[in-house]
């Protein structure tokens, strides 16, 4: 398999994907359009509890939190100097 191959069932994949995804958006749209709040929201609740505990309990070390946290400043830092010079260049 070569790469251009690879790349095209990758990108074949995130499609389906992203269609999964918007027909699950859709489908819940409909069932909160029919149904009363008492019943969904709950089960919304759950949803998103789940997700904030799932996130809390991710065991990263103080080192990989560092690590992202001076990723992300450099970003800001790059993105802050594209913004006072317009039109220039990042050199690398």
Do not use: C, F
């Amino acid at each position: 398999m070569t790469d251009s191959n690879t790349l095209e069932n990758l990108d074949a994949k995130h499609d389906r994907n992203r269609e999964q995804r918007i027909a699950a958006i859709k489908r819940w749209v409909a069932y909160i359009q029919a149904e009363p709040p008492e019943t969904w929201g709950p089960q919304q609740n759950a949803v998103v509890n789940g997700q904030i505990s799932a996130a809390q309990h991710v065991a990263t070390s103080a080192a990989h939190q560092k690590h992202v946290s001076d990723v992300a400043q450099d970003i800001l830092a790059i993105q802050n100097d594209g913004s006072d010079t317009a039109g220039s260049q990042d050199e690398r």
